[in-house]
């Protein structure tokens, strides 16, 4: 027997989350609100603005995505894209 998830549709987001600026911490719990929310609205990825800086933001956030259930594949983004400051997650199917 398969059991299933009901999963409540949600309004989208955007296609995009910016953690520029913020604290290690806030970003993080900013990170994980979005990709619910993402998640549940239905988008097949998002992109994730952390900005250059330090890189610091750049790798909690793409450690996060690594391990993270609702996350299918991580890449940084193309040049055009917003490159080493931006990376895109595809989400897993619903």
Same mark, same amino acid.
């Given at each position: 027997?398969?059991?299933?998830?009901?999963?409540?549709?949600?309004?989208?987001?955007?296609?995009?989350?910016?953690?520029?600026?913020?604290?290690?911490?806030?970003?993080?719990?900013?990170?994980?609100?979005?990709?619910? !929310?993402?998640?549940?609205?239905?988008?097949?990825?998002?992109?994730?603005?952390?900005?250059?800086?330090t890189g610091r933001l750049r790798k909690l956030a793409r450690d996060l995505l690594g391990a993270h259930p609702?996350?299918?594949?991580? !890449?940084?983004?193309?040049?055009?894209?917003?490159?080493?400051?931006?990376?895109?997650?595809?989400?897993?199917?619903?």
């Open positions: 027997m398969t059991s299933r998830v009901a999963v409540t549709q949600v309004e989208s987001p955007g296609i995009e989350v910016s953690l520029r600026g913020m604290r290690a911490d806030d970003a993080l719990d900013a990170l994980e609100r979005y990709l619910d !929310r993402a998640y549940r609205a239905g988008l097949p990825y998002v992109r994730i603005v952390h900005g250059k800086g609702l996350v299918a594949e991580v !890449r940084t983004a193309e040049a055009h894209e917003g490159g080493e400051g931006v990376t895109i997650a595809k989400l897993v199917s619903r």
